[in-house]
T-cell receptor, first 110, second 119 residues
Framework: GQNIDQPTEMTATEGAIVQINCTYQ??????LFWYQQHAGEAPTFLSY??LDGLEEKGRFSSFLSRSKGYSYLLLKELQMKDSASYLC???????????WGAGTKLIIKP | DAGVIQSPRHEVTEMGQEVTLRCKPI?????LFWYRQTMMRGLELLIY????????DSGMPEDRFSAKMPNASFSTLKIQPSEPRDSAVYFC?????????????????FGPGTRLLVL
């Protein structure tokens, strides 16, 4: 079957580092996306991983382990504007579907 | 580029009325997606088009929902008749390429959404 698990909510402090995990089970795998969604707004693309390892983009990094069905999004030097939901989505190559996680709501406190 | 454009941004209607949502994808994008997002069910794919042709409509809830893409720059999602359970945010997204394209081609860009409330 197809399944994506993310924590429902996380809290972190401004200036700190937070890691948001995503585990997935799919029949086939051909890439994993991370999106950011501020309350009341549309999802916006953050990162894409298809090979194992770490992809870094400024304060944000995304890691993938295909053998473990696991990814994480690492946010450094947290800012208040990083308060948002973070959605993990996996491309299942067996049916070409993009499977979306329920999202992790990240709350940043001063 | 202006990004994906959706209208209206908000819609309040009464049960039984017809609702039409509109979308203009990013120019040059060959794929267009319609999603629905609710707190209970998260983000759900309703239907997607490739080069104006519907490819997968398995997510369309029932016959009350229909979608069209008459040309590369315009799509509609229609609900007739609408019901309170249809209340949600409806997003349109577009991408350059499809499921096997890889990162840059597959990346979907979302419009601002239409907030639909059916009373």
């Amino acid at each position: 079957g197809q399944n994506i698990d993310q924590p429902t909510e996380m809290t972190a402090t401004e200036g700190a580092i937070v890691q948001i995990n995503c585990t997935y089970q799919t029949s086939g795998f051909n890439g994993l996306f991370w999106y950011q969604q501020h309350a009341g707004e549309a999802p916006t693309f953050l990162s894409y991983n298809v090979l194992d390892g770490l992809e870094e983009k400024g304060r944000f990094s995304s890691f993938l382990s295909r053998s473990k069905g696991y990814s994480y999004l690492l946010l450094k030097e947290l800012q208040m504007k990083d308060s948002a939901s973070y959605l993990c989505a996996v491309r299942d190559i067996s049916n070409y579907q993009l499977i979306w996680g329920a999202g992790t709501k990240l709350i940043i406190k001063p | 580029d202006a990004g994906v454009i959706q209208s209206p941004r908000h819609e309040v209607t009464e049960m039984g009325q017809e609702v039409t949502l509109r979308c203009k994808p990013i120019s040059g994008h060959d794929y267009l997606f319609w999603y629905r997002q609710t707190m209970m069910r998260g983000l759900e794919l309703l239907i997607y088009f490739n080069n104006n042709v519907p490819i997968d409509d398995s997510g369309m809830p029932e016959d009350r929902f229909s979608a069209k893409m008459p040309n590369a720059s315009f799509s509609t999602l229609k609900i007739q008749p609408s019901e309170p359970r249809d209340s949600a945010v409806y997003f349109c997204a577009s991408s350059l390429g499809g499921p096997l394209g890889g990162g840059a081609l597959e990346t979907q860009y979302f419009g601002p959404g239409t907030r639909l409330l059916v009373l």
